[in-house]
């Protein structure tokens, strides 16, 4: 897997064991790498910029996951 262009946004890290906490760590992870990616953008870094926007793709999918509700009677939404 390549380097995370954030710390926040390393998808290695352990997630947070409640939804809410899932949810925030996406949307941090969200806006560290929209920051990056104006800060490729203003440098013209397209390579970077297209693994930027791999990411900020990976997190949106990961902040819409974590922010379906669990179904009752489950466990962690499983």
């Known amino acids: 897997m390549r380097e995370p262009l954030t710390r926040s946004s390393d998808p290695s890290r352990m997630m947070p064991a409640g939804a809410g906490g ?3 760590q996406a949307h941090a992870a969200l806006a560290a790498l929209d920051h990056e990616r104006r800060r490729l953008e203003r440098l013209g870094l397209e390579t970077p910029l297209a693994r930027c926007h791999e990411q900020i793709r990976y997190w949106r999918f990961v902040a819409a996951l974590v922010a379906l509700p ?4 489950t466990e962690g939404g499983r």
């Open 22 to 24: 899932r949810l925030d």
């Open 70 to 73: 669990c179904r009752a009677g």
